[in-house]
């Protein structure tokens, strides 16, 4: 590939990450992935907690 054509794909990806630097959707998804993260933890620490054997349905 010729090196101009290197430099103006690194520009545009460059001039693409800086667009989005403090995008709250992203932001938002992240959290969100945690908080349902969070969820399943809290459901299978209940369930080892029950003291027989359980199941979960998704």
Same mark, same amino acid.
């Given at each position: 590939?010729?090196?101009?054509?290197?430099?103006? $794909?690194?520009?545009? =990806? %460059? $001039?693409?990450?800086? =667009? %989005?630097?403090?995008?709250?959707?992203?932001?938002?998804?992240?959290?969100?992935?945690?908080?349902?993260?969070?969820?399943?933890?809290?459901?299978?620490?209940?369930?080892?907690?029950?003291?027989?054997?359980?199941?979960?349905?998704?």
């Amino acid at each position: 590939m010729p090196a101009r054509f290197l430099q103006q $794909q690194v520009k545009r =990806n %460059n $001039q693409y990450l800086l =667009n %989005n630097i403090g995008n709250t959707e992203d932001n938002d998804d992240t959290w969100r992935m945690f908080r349902i993260l969070a969820e399943f933890v809290e459901g299978f620490d209940t369930l080892s907690s029950l003291g027989c054997p359980s199941v979960s349905i998704f």
